[in-house]
């Protein structure tokens, strides 16, 4: 079956760097974009970033741009996000999430999924 498993959370200050991990399996990882989005405490889920089935192609929230970066390795099925410059409103549950195509869609209710992980936690606190 799909898993998605995070890792690589935990508490950074404020202008640190953390670095996450997906890891998947139970489907062929090439084949699917892959995206992160996270929930803060007491609010609604986020997108954060997507990149296409090859990696060729990645897009951001204008809330990270230029300080999240998202990469995939197909040959290790895992897809990273490299979070710079973080900042406390970066706090939340950070989930890796598989897309039923090989590009991010964009639908009113945020991106076209069909499986998430459980997440990791991100802190940014002094």
């Known amino acids: 079956q799909v898993q998605l498993v995070e890792s690589g959370g935990g508490l950074a200050q404020p202008g640190g760097s953390l670095r996450l991990s997906c890891a998947a399996s139970g489907f062929t990882f090439s084949s699917y974009a892959m995206s992160w989005a996270r929930q803060a405490p007491g609010k609604g889920v986020e997108w954060v970033s997507g990149?296409?089935?090859?990696?060729?192609?990645?897009l951001y929230a204008d809330s990270v741009k230029g300080r999240f970066t998202i990469s995939r390795d197909n040959a290790k099925n895992t897809v990273y996000l490299q979070m710079n410059s973080l900042k406390p409103e970066d706090t939340a549950l950070y989930y890796c999430v598989k897309s039923p195509t090989t590009i991010v869609v964009f639908t009113t209710g945020g991106v076209e999924s069909d499986y998430w992980g459980r997440g990791t936690q991100v802190s940014v606190s002094s």
């Open positions: 990149i296409s089935s090859d990696g060729g192609y990645t």
